[in-house]
């Protein structure tokens, strides 16, 4: 397996991409008591491009490990981040690669990529649960975290959803949320 320069990933994301290429960025800091140096890719995609970048990231290196889909809710976008690793076992030249792509509220869809990388699976369905991305083709779509008694619709890391509040418990001890002293 050829192992290239983190600018040389970066590039071939831009010739394998074209105009789905968002941006892309290198960070790179010192690490332990030896200093070595960590690098980490930060590749932005469209989402029209993402099920080729993955494509792409998996012809890096044959098996790249994915570790989780982070998420964040923007306001009018729902922001994922594939955190992979690739060239792991090979001393020191180990990378980190954020592959980042936004969604609009009004089309929270995204491919699975299970059939690329199956261990997949247990991070896009939390991502479904959570945030109320739909992974479509997911081979199986079933909650992962959530209960069955949590009413369909509820999205407990999404910044616009009101309904988690009212199914939580309060502590003991504790009023609830808009409640005085009092009541």
């Known amino acids: 397996m050829e192992k290239l320069t983190p600018q040389a990933i970066i590039d071939s994301f831009v010739t394998e991409l074209g105009d789905g290429f968002f941006g892309g960025s ?13 690098r980490s890719l930060w590749i932005e995609v469209k989402k029209s491009a993402f099920r080729h970048a993955v494509e792409h990231i998996c012809r890096l290196q044959e098996y790249p490990h994915l570790a ?7 306001g009018t976008e729902v922001e994922l981040i594939y955190h ?4 792991y076992g090979y001393h020191l030249q180990e990378l980190s690669l ?39 083709d997911i081979p199986d779509g079933r909650r992962l975290f959530i209960t069955e008694n949590v009413p369909e619709g509820i999205y407990p ?9 009212k199914l939580l418990r309060v502590l003991p001890g504790r009023k609830p949320k808009g409640k005085d002293k009092k009541g």
């Not at 790179?28 to 960590?38: L, R, S």
């Not at 989780?68 to 923007?74: E, N, P, V």
């Not at 299970?114 to 739909?134: C, H, K, S």
């Open 98 to 136: 954020g592959l980042r792509v936004k969604l609009p509220k009004n089309d929270l869809t995204i491919p699975t990529i299970t059939d690329l990388i199956p261990g997949a699976i247990f991070t896009e369905r939390e991502t479904q649960e959570m945030m109320g991305v739909e992974v479509v």
């Open 84 to 87: 992979f690793t690739i060239y």
């Open 68 to 74: 989780i889909i982070s998420s964040s809710d923007l």
């Open 26 to 38: 290198i960070r790179e800091c010192e690490v332990a008591v030896k200093k070595n140096k960590f």
């Open 157 to 165: 890391w999404r910044k616009d959803e009101t309904g988690p509040e």
